[in-house]
């Protein structure tokens, strides 16, 4: 089983900056591949980062340049660096890991305002 707990959210002005964290707890291991996806009201939920091991990472087009996901293997957790944020970027945020299957994590709320 497998535990993932987000936190960091908040609400930020547009052009601000905010560091969502996931904290794993279970059977993980570094390997696992990890990220973000989010979910805006009345929209799908996107995929916004992923990153397997350091340095081998992916993000959506939309936050290329603007955000960095990196991840700690020693505390199990991924981090989501999001700058010039964006009132587009509002969403609940969630974190996932995949480990024979997908878990999820509860979610956290970013909101940028104008």
């Known amino acids: 089983q497998v535990q993932l707990v987000e936190s960091g959210g908040g609400l930020v002005q547009a052009g601000g900056s905010l560091r969502l964290s996931c904290a794993a707890s279970g059977r993980i291991f570094s390997i696992n591949p990890m990220g973000w996806y989010r979910q805006a009201p009345g929209k799908q939920r996107e995929l916004v980062a992923g990153?397997?091991?350091?340095?081998?990472?992916n993000y959506a087009d939309s936050v290329k340049g603007r955000f960095t996901i990196s991840r700690d293997n020693a505390r199990s957790t991924v981090y989501l660096q999001m700058n010039s944020l964006k009132p587009e970027d509002t969403a609940v945020y969630f974190c996932y890991l995949d480990n024979l299957r997908r878990y999820w994590g509860q979610g956290t709320q970013v909101t940028v305002s104008s």
């Open positions: 990153i397997r091991s350091i340095g081998n990472t």
